[in-house]
C-alpha cells in the first residue's frame, strides 16, 4: 500500500542538540510538507517542497531545515536554535497538479525535550 | 491573508445526536476547502473536499457545502457515533501562482461522543 512514513514515533532531544525526523513517501508524489502541530494551535507550516533540490519556508521555519535529494524523500533537522521545540511533528504530500488536491499525511513524531 | 476559523470547542455529544461543527475562511480568489480528520496518535485523515461554491463534499455520513456567499464550510452529520470522537480540521488550499497544494488549517475542534 502507498502512503508516508514517519520515524521515530518518538523521539527526545537533549539541550544544545539537532535531531533529524524522517519522512519517506510512495505516492509519487512531487509535493512534500513538514508542519508542527500544537495543543489547540492547529497546523501551521514549517517548509514546503515542490520538486526535488528545491523547497520553501513555510510560516514558522526559524530553528528548523529540510533536503530534498530524493523525491521520495523530505527530512526535517530541528536545530539547536529551536528553542521550544516540543511538539507534534506531521509530514504530508501532495500532487502538484492545483489546489484541489488534498494532501495525504503521515503518522507523525511526537519530539519532547530531555 | 488567507485564514480558517473553526468553533470553539470541546465539542460532547450523545451517540446518535446531530454535529455541526462550524467552520467559516476568508480567501482571495477560489480556494478548496477540506475537513481532516485526526485520531489520537495520529496523523490527518482527508475526510471530505470541495472545489467550487455550492459543491458538497460527503464521506462516512459526514457532509459540508461550500457557501460563498457566507464564507462557510460547516461540517454535518446526522447520527454521530462513539467512533467518531477525533479532533476536526477545516482547511482551505491557497489559490493561485506557486502557492498551488499549500494549505491553511484551522486550529481543530475536539469531539467527544459518549454511548
Known amino acids: 500500500d502507498g502512503g508516508i512514513t514517519q520515524s521515530p514515533k518518538y523521539l527526545f532531544r537533549k539541550e544544545g542538540q539537532n535531531v533529524t525526523l524522517s519522512c519517506e513517501q510512495n505516492?509519487?508524489?512531487?509535493?512534500m510538507y513538514w508542519y508542527r502541530q500544537d495543543p489547540g494551535q492547529g497546523l501551521r507550516l514549517i517548509y514546503y517542497s515542490q520538486i526535488v533540490n528545491d523547497f520553501q519556508k513555510g510560516d514558522i521555519a526559524e530553528g528548523y531545515s529540510v533536503s530534498r535529494e530524493k523525491k521520495e524523500s523530505f527530512p526535517l533537522t530541528v536545530t539547536s536554535a529551536q528553542k521550544n521545540p516540543t511538539a507534534f511533528y506531521l509530514c504530508?504530500?501532495?500532487?502538484?497538479?492545483?489546489?484541489?488536491?488534498?494532501?495525504?499525511f503521515g503518522d507523525g513524531t511526537r519530539l519532547s525535550i530531555l | 491573508g488567507n485564514s480558517v476559523t473553526q468553533m470553539e470547542g470541546p465539542v460532547t455529544l450523545s451517540e446518535e445526536a446531530f454535529l455541526t461543527i462550524n467552520c467559516t475562511y476568508t480567501a482571495t480568489g477560489y480556494p478548496s476547502l477540506f475537513w481532516y480528520v485526526q485520531y489520537p496518535g495520529e496523523g490527518l485523515q482527508l475526510l471530505l473536499k470541495a472545489t467550487k461554491a455550492d459543491d458538497k463534499g460527503s464521506n462516512k455520513g459526514f457532509e459540508a457545502t461550500y457557501r460563498k456567499e457566507t464564507t462557510s464550510f460547516h461540517l454535518e452529520k446526522g447520527s454521530v457515533q462513539v467512533s467518531d470522537s477525533a479532533v476536526y480540521f477545516c482547511a482551505l488550499g491557497r489559490a493561485g501562482g506557486t502557492s498551488y497544494g499549500k494549505l491553511t488549517f484551522g486550529q481543530g475542534t475536539i469531539l467527544t461522543v459518549h454511548p
Open positions: 504530508a504530500s501532495s500532487t502538484r497538479q492545483g489546489t484541489n488536491q488534498p494532501q495525504h
Open positions: 505516492l509519487n508524489h512531487d509535493a
